[in-house]
């Protein structure tokens, strides 16, 4: 089954604790995304990658690092975590058609409470 | 960047037609503008997507003014499985030739019996 795949799905840590939230594919998309979803702020970009070794800054960065190794991976690290970065995280995948559509996959969401 | 204004919510009588604008006056001539849905806390799911034209599928209608800067996803004959948050959304060419996309706030549709 075509499916993106996040873990995990809840985690409850603390200020400072450096978390790892895993992301994987197996479609052999090109391009793969994070974002975020705070109430009344829809989804924001963290970062996205458009291939293996090449990532870009979506439009809420801070705080954030990813690495993309390997094309089905994508994950998302939280070195030192606040509690503003308490939020609903998505990973997203889908085929790069230079300049044309695509249509993103999205992971079941992985909620994060920041203490 | 591009960013689409959307009403935070909507009613629409179940086997009535839903109509939801988006409002996108920033759009460059290259930008297509896509839309999702979300039901409860899932990962949002496509519905369809559109540059210049009209387009339709088997889920809904996407119209697209002609100057672009506003569009209206039409779910023709809504029914209470329809009821979700509809996200509009613009895909934004960096400089760089990568992609990333600017979603709107969303509209909260609910479908009445």
């Known amino acids: 089954e075509a499916q993106v795949t996040q873990n995990p799905r809840y985690l409850i840590t603390v200020t400072g604790k450096k978390l790892t939230v895993t992301c994987s594919q197996n479609m052999n998309h090109e391009y793969m995304s994070w974002y975020r979803q705070d109430p009344g702020l829809g989804l924001r970009q963290i970062y996205y990658?458009?291939?293996?070794?090449?990532?870009d800054k979506g439009d809420v960065p801070e705080g954030y690092k990813v690495s993309r190794k390997e094309k089905r991976n994508f994950p998302l690290i939280l070195e030192s975590p606040s509690p503003n970065q308490t939020s609903l995280y998505f990973c997203?995948?889908?085929?790069?058609?230079?300049?044309?559509?695509?249509?993103?996959?999205f992971g079941p969401g992985t909620r994060l409470t920041v203490l | 960047d591009a960013k689409t204004t959307q009403p935070p919510s909507m009613d629409c009588a179940e086997g009535r037609a839903a109509n939801l604008p988006c409002n996108h006056s920033?759009?460059?001539?290259?930008?297509?503008v896509y839309w999702y849905r979300q039901i409860h806390s899932q990962g949002p799911q496509y519905i369809i997507h559109?540059?210049?034209n009209n387009e339709t599928n088997e889920m809904a209608s996407l119209i697209i003014t002609e100057d672009r800067k506003s569009s209206t996803l039409i779910l023709p004959h809504a029914t209470l499985r329809d009821t979700a948050v509809y996200y509009c959304i613009v895909r934004v060419r960096e400089a760089s030739g990568t992609y990333k996309y600017i979603f709107g706030t969303g509209t909260r549709l609910k479908v009445l019996a």
């Open positions: 990658s458009m291939n293996v070794e090449v990532t």
């Open positions: 997203a995948s889908s085929l790069w058609l230079a300049g044309g559509v695509d249509t993103q996959y």
């Open positions: 920033t759009i460059s001539g290259n930008e297509y």
């Open positions: 559109g540059l210049k």
